[in-house]
C-alpha cells in the first residue's frame, strides 16, 4: 500500500482556478481515480488529504496528476496551466501531530504557469541531489 500525504500549491492567479478545501479535495480525487482505494480529508495546517493506492509511488503520483486535471475539469475550472506533483518518501520517525509517518510520501500538488521557473525557486535539483533517487519523484502533466 502506497500513502501520499498531500499539499497544495495553488501558484495560479485566477477566479478561474479557486483552491479547494480538503474536504472537496478527497472527494474529488477518489471520484476521478478508480485507482484510489481511500481518500481523506485533513485537519492540518499544511497537509490537507491523504490518499491510499495499490501502484507504486510513482505510478500513483501520475494518476494523483491526471485526477486532480480530472476533478478541475469536472469542476468547470480553468486548467490552461500545468500541474506538478513533487514526493518524497518520509525516511524517518514524524513529528509529533503530523500525518506524514515513516514510509509515507509527502506529496506537494503545485499548478503554475511556468513549471521550471517554479522548480528553479524552489531549488528542486538540489533538494532531490540529497535524497536516495527512489525516495524523491517529480511528476508534471
Not at 500513502?3 to 497544495?8: A, C, M, T, V, Y
Request: charged residues 20%.
Amino acid at each position: 500500500m502506497t500513502i501520499f500525504i498531500l499539499s497544495h500549491n495553488l501558484q495560479v492567479q485566477s477566479e478561474l482556478v479557486p483552491s479547494i478545501s480538503a474536504a472537496d479535495l478527497a472527494k474529488g480525487l477518489l471520484s476521478s481515480s478508480s485507482s484510489f482505494s481511500n481518500a481523506e480529508a485533513l485537519s492540518h495546517p499544511h497537509w490537507l488529504v491523504r490518499i491510499e493506492s495499490h501502484l507504486v509511488a510513482h505510478e500513483m503520483a501520475q494518476e494523483l496528476v491526471k485526477a486532480w486535471k480530472q476533478y478541475r475539469l469536472i469542476q468547470k475550472h480553468n486548467i490552461d496551466h500545468h500541474l506538478l506533483a513533487l514526493g518524497g518518501r518520509k525516511d524517518t520517525a514524524g513529528s509529533p501531530g503530523s500525518p506524514l509517518s515513516q514510509g509515507s510520501w509527502g506529496v506537494d500538488v503545485v499548478e503554475c504557469g511556468n513549471p521550471d521557473a517554479f522548480l528553479e525557486s524552489i531549488n528542486w535539483n538540489a533538494l532531490k541531489a540529497g535524497r536516495p533517487s527512489d525516495a524523491v519523484f517529480e511528476v508534471s502533466d
